[in-house]
């Protein structure tokens, strides 16, 4: 056994645990943190993103004893993210979801492109999205949500720079 | 219509738990001395079991099919004269007969040690020869899936409307041989199954990733002999199903008999290597299609033989011969073609058993008879969209009786074709100087909500008669609604409470819909076949007039008038001199007994609706898509620049959600088009294991597809509606097949199978290149 420290969602985790446990099992299995999804467990989907230190990482290969010491955020963790919120709305307004499934692994990607990019076309905004895969709604409403949630950044980026 | 009712592009009620991770799916669900499973599966594609060593010390966690006393395999059956059928026995009891079959099932605390336990079971198999293509099976001496069979032949059909005259009279013979490939179906959540005894309800309840959880305890009753109300079947939030799930698993059936054994909680979650090789189950037909047509390519008769292979036992409950079936029946599309001659052949191999994916067979009927569309265009030298408009069903003939028996019930086919010619045109891309660039269309129409009459005719243990829905007005004149159909992405619980508000003028936020539970609703064959929102639409509907009608009455009542003089509007109960809410009427039952009649009081406002459409006859649902690709001749690659579909599924209830359904069906097709296979080798050896080899498409390679809709309402179904679920999928194979075989044309090459993968693109050109140097050197 390993002891691990680190931050899940604001709060600090301390857990022994098994060295060959992968960070998405002990998300779901130690801390019953449900919302981080398998799809593949080899690294391919894309469901099981989260955010480690502020990079969208795949839980299902990083291994959780190589997680000392970082900041984890979960679908759980993005209530007071103002970039998910928005992102939220946008993929509600946009039917950017049918099952539900590849949802959380979509936010966390979907919300490293929005802070990436500023004014990205839809060629970019899907190549982007090439690592995460989704059954059922053929991408257009995700690429849309993400589109429009740039755009309102960009505007309030504008705004901003109009009034000083 | 409201501006919540039908029609309302209202944003989905399921959204917002999804969105804040709070979805609750199987592998979701812990319960207290819960195992997890792990299975032993054959390394083999065909093989007898000599023995299987248990290590000793573990051996009260190792099951195999010896253990299973009292289980009773699961027995399709079927009404086509002569169907051999063999249904997935649980385990295999002393032979294997594809890579993937389980042969052991070990537990432990979790899935890891589970697995651990696994890798030190060994099976003792002796190797028996293999078939894994339809070509082994049935080549003369072949081995044999079934020895006692004495062929690998499970299923023929024939069907002739006579097509000698036709054929005397066609001028031009156009012959195919058309090859879709095996796919995995992939939902994003794996297939998974909990199970537990529940002794205060003296229940078997078995949480499953199902889309039709009533037909799953039907199979599991006959399976272990139990009485239907002794088990409960829960379908949670369900990953996406596409067919997948609207089969029974064995691995179902383990788990629910381990956890009766054990009398502990016993799950199973499939993990991507188990789909991707024991549930590489779909598509795999070969199509050798004769038109025979007139010098402007009207098509006076179609000939066709149709083979899948089907793998190595029967899926319960569509059996192994659905397919074939479904393909027969729509062959002729949505064309006016006078003769139709097919010959089916079910082929047994050494693979996972063929199971129904979205659209069943479809996508591969609309494959062969779209692509034999362009060829019969290409050899009299005509447009292809032309072509089609000229032996297209045209609207004045509808309903049309279809040479296949089936009866198209309404549409314009023509019109739309017109609409995606049209939108495509409109594009011009760029797709640099040394691509070549085509465009391709398919047409197809679709049997949606397939009807009582059409599952009874093939005797298989699924019948859908008519759909219930039960509508419980709560004391508060809130509204919870209860259907034995299953959502799975397909946004139910907002489509349903719409069909509600539309009747009831009620507020969808007032409205719960609960389903998959067989605890919870009405009997129900479950979600399939494009049929929920025709189906429990329509009896969603009927629940909500019959409540209607009794709360007119009560409202008459308490106003001193007839029910005749109350109408229901906007939630308001309205009378001649006074009106009244939905909420008070249902408070007055619930809490002011005393201010009604007793004939008012003695049936409550808790009600069961039923429904099908008039007549038992199906609403035909119908496409024309269009693609626009760029291929690159040196490198076979294939990038689909525009895609376009212009649908008609009459009345939609929810448009929004529509367009969802379309456009994910369409990238499911653009997969089947472009990427998916699992190859298998001449030892049945499944070659595609990983997402790394089983290209499942991503944002990259599906563009932004671009739709239409026309709405001709289904004559047969209220509200008009027809099924939209799985048309999508159907055209893509077809559109872009013939999109790459226009951009093809200056090399003679013509692509004959999907997925059109670089190496096939590449093959077509050789094989035209070859055949140029033949026909130069026979000139010489």
């Known amino acids: 056994m390993t002891t691990l420290s680190l931050t899940v969602n604001g709060e600090p985790v301390r857990a022994e645990i098994d060295p060959r446990l992968s960070l998405a099992d002990f998300l779901r299995e130690n801390l019953a943190l449900k919302g981080t999804h398998l799809g593949c467990e080899h690294g391919a989907c894309g469901a099981c993103t989260v955010v480690v230190d502020d990079m969208p990482m795949r839980s299902c290969i990083t291994l959780a004893a190589s997680c000392e010491g970082v900041r984890v955020t979960t679908v759980e963790g993005f209530d007071d993210d103002p970039v998910v919120t928005r992102l939220r709305q946008a993929f509600r307004d946009e039917h950017a979801l049918q099952c539900g499934y590849c949802t959380p692994g979509m936010l966390a990607t979907a919300r490293d492109i929005v802070l990436r990019h500023d004014r990205p076309d839809t060629e970019q905004i899907r190549a982007e999205l090439a690592g995460c895969i989704c059954r059922c709604t053929g991408y257009r409403g995700i690429v849309r949500a993400i589109a429009r949630v740039i755009e309102t950044k960009s505007q309030a980026t504008a705004a901003k720079a109009g009034t000083t | 219509m409201t501006d919540t009712g039908v029609g309302a592009s209202l944003p989905r009620k399921e959204d917002d738990r999804f969105l804040h991770g709070r979805g609750r799916y199987l592998a979701d669900i812990e319960m207290p001395r819960m195992l997890d499973v792990a299975f032993v599966r054959s390394p083999l594609a065909h093989a007898e079991i000599v023995g299987i060593e248990k290590p000793e010390e573990a051996g009260e966690r190792v099951f195999t099919a010896r253990d299973m006393d009292g289980v009773v395999p699961i027995r399709p059956t079927s009404n086509v004269a002569g169907h051999r059928i063999v249904g997935s026995p649980p385990m295999a009891f002393d032979r294997v007969r594809f890579v993937g079959e389980i042969i052991a099932t070990c537990l432990a605390p979790n899935r890891a040690q589970a697995e651990d336990l696994a890798e030190r079971v060994v099976p003792d198999l002796k190797e028996l020869p293999v078939v894994a293509s339809i070509d082994a099976a049935m080549a003369e001496g072949a081995p044999l899936v079934h020895a006692d069979w004495g062929t690998n032949l499970s299923m023929e059909t024939r069907f002739d409307s006579g097509i000698e005259e036709q054929v005397a009279r066609a001028t031009v013979q156009v012959t195919r041989t058309l090859d879709m490939a095996r796919q995995a179906m992939v939902p ?74 054990l009398k502990r909680p016993v799950r199973w979650l499939e993990d991507r290597f188990e789909h991707l090789t024991a549930g590489a189950n779909a598509r795999q037909h ?189 004391p508060d004149g809130s509204l919870e609604i209860r259907v034995g159909v299953q959502s799975h992405g ?135 898509h269009a693609a626009r690709v760029a291929v690159d001749p040196e490198l076979g690659t294939v990038e689909v620049l525009d895609y376009v579909a212009v649908d008609d599924c009459g009345t939609r209830v929810n448009p929004m959600i529509v367009d969802g359904q379309v456009l994910g069906g369409v990238a499911q097709g653009i997969g089947t088009a472009l990427f998916e296979e699992v190859p298998f080798d001449d030892q049945g050896q499944p070659l595609a294991t990983t997402f790394g080899d089983y290209s499942v498409p991503a944002a990259s390679e599906i563009p932004m597809i671009r739709l239409d809709h026309m709405e001709t309402r289904s004559p047969y179904t209220r509200f008009g509606v027809k099924g939209v679920g799985e048309g999508g999928a159907i055209a893509p194979p077809a559109a872009v097949v013939n999109a790459i075989n226009d951009a093809l044309r200056s090399t003679g090459a013509e692509l004959c199978a999907v997925p059109a993968t670089p190496r096939r693109v590449l093959q077509a050109i050789f094989d035209a290149q070859d055949r140029a140097a033949g026909k130069k050197e026979a000139a010489r």
């Open chain 2, 188 to 261: 994003l959540e794996g297939k998974g199954a909990l199970a537990h005894y529940d002794a205060r309800d003296g229940q078997l309840v078995v949480y499953s990733s199902t889309q039709s959880p009533h037909m799953i305890r039907n199979a599991l009753c006959q399976c272990l002999g139990l009485q239907q109300r002794q088990i409960r079947v829960v379908a949670p939030d369900v990953g996406g199903g596409f067919g997948y799930k609207a089969i029974l698993h064995p691995e179902e059936v383990i788990v629910a008999w381990l956890a009766l054994r």
């Open chain 2, 286 to 474: 070969r199509y050798r299609m004769t038109a025979h047509a007139d010098d402007r390519g009207r098509i006076l008769a179609l000939d066709a033989v149709l083979t899948t292979d089907a793998g190595a036992y029967s899926i319960w409950p569509h059996t192994n011969g659905f397919d074939a079936i479904q393909a027969s029946g729509i062959l002729t599309g949505p064309y006016d073609i006078g003769g139709y001659r097919v010959r089916t052949m079910t082929v047994a191999t050494n693979k996972p058993p063929l199971s129904p994916y979205r659209a069943v067979a479809r996508p591969g009927a609309c494959f062969a008879m779209e692509t034999l569309v362009d060829a019969v265009a290409r050899a009299v030298g005509r447009d292809p969209v032309e072509v089609r408009l000229e032996n297209l069903v045209p609207a004045a003939a509808m309903p049309y009786k279809a040479i296949t028996g089936k009866e198209y019930d309404s549409g314009d086919y023509p019109a739309s074709l017109r609409r995606a010619r049209a939108m495509v045109d409109a594009v011009s891309a760029d797709a640099g100087p040394d691509r070549l660039i085509g465009t391709g269309y398919a047409v197809y129409t679709e049997h949606t909500a397939v009807s009582t009459a059409t599952i009874s005719q093939i005797g298989v243990q699924m019948m859908p008669g008519f759909e219930q829905a039960a509508a419980l007005m709560q």
């Open chain 2, 490 to 624: 397909q946004g139910m619980e907002t489509t349903l409470a719409q069909i509600a508000s539309e009747v009831l003028g009620i507020d969808p936020q007032r409205v719960s819909v609960r389903h998959g539970d067989t605890a919870l609703s009405p009997y129900s064959t479950g979600t399939y076949a494009s049929r929920a929102i025709v189906m429990t639409g329509g009896a969603v509907a009927a629940a909500a007039d019959k409540l209607a009608f009794k709360l007119r009455e009560i409202a008459a009542h308490m106003m001193q008038c007839t029910a005749d003089d109350v109408r229901l509007e906007a939630g308001e109960l309205v009378g001649p001199g006074a009106s009244m809410t939905i909420e008070e009427a249902a408070v007055i039952w619930h809490f002011r007994p005393f201010d009604l009649p007793e004939e008012l009081l003695r049936d409550g406002l808790e009600v069961t609706g039923g429904y099908r459409p008039d007549g038992d006859r199906a609403p035909f649902a119908y496409a024309a």
